[in-house]
């Protein structure tokens, strides 16, 4: 496996610690050590990635050099904390969204329990999508339980709901009994034209 560089964690810490060392140009093997908090071979190792000179046969490294090393490497460890607290942050609201219709579940249903598999289809349920035991059609919506298990049917009644909710045109026009039904559903304007130029066409 490669070697995780533990340090990256600290680079704003080592950076501020090596810009206050004014006073030396560059920095050598134990240098590297007690500056990273690294043994000798992960301080040669280090020491290998940068552009040393030899000094008193040992290698060396100027302190401005490894300023703008750390630099581009502090502007990578700030973009990956960046994506780290976006997947957090929408980890954290997913479980608000799952635990709001766990509540939501439990409020209609009583104390039976969501099923993680069925939290994960019924959060984003449409009318489309909805199994086919739900079924929908002019005035009527049939819920079928071949195995007449009833912690089933309730299942099936949670995902029609939030699917009525999150699709309420589609489930609107699958059970309508005539135009007039659909109430203050919005008419498409291109559905509208389509609509006029197949009556003038019969009138013609």
Excluded at 11 to 28: G, K
Excluded at 30 to 43: G, H, S, T, V, Y
Excluded at 48 to 56: M, Y
Aim: charged content about 30%; hydrophobic content about 40%; proline content about 4%.
């Amino acid at each position: 496996m490669p070697r995780v560089d533990t340090w990256r964690s600290e680079v704003s810490s080592i950076l501020n610690a090596l810009e206050s060392l004014e006073s030396i140009d560059f920095l050598c093997r134990q240098d590297i050590e007690n500056l990273f908090r690294l043994k000798k071979r992960a301080a040669l190792r280090l020491l290998a990635k940068l552009q040393t000179r030899r000094c008193k046969g040992e290698m060396r490294v100027s302190r401005a050099r490894l300023i703008d090393w750390l630099n581009k490497i502090k502007v990578d460890v700030d973009a990956e904390n960046q994506r780290a607290k976006t997947l957090l942050s929408k980890l954290r609201q997913q479980k608000i969204e799952d635990d709001f219709l766990r509540r939501r579940f439990r409020d209609m249903f009583g104390s039976q329990p969501l099923d993680s598999h069925l939290l994960e289809r019924v959060k984003s349920a449409t009318v489309e999508r909805l199994p086919p035991s739900i079924q929908l059609s002019s005035g009527k919506i049939t819920v079928l339980s071949p195995d007449g298990n009833p912690s089933r049917m309730v299942e099936y009644l949670f995902e029609l709901a939030l699917a009525i909710q999150n699709d309420w045109d589609q489930f609107s026009r699958a059970v309508a009994t005539s135009p007039d039904t659909f109430g203050n559903l919005a008419v498409d304007p291109i559905d509208e034209f389509l609509n006029q130029l197949e009556v003038q066409r019969h009138k013609d």
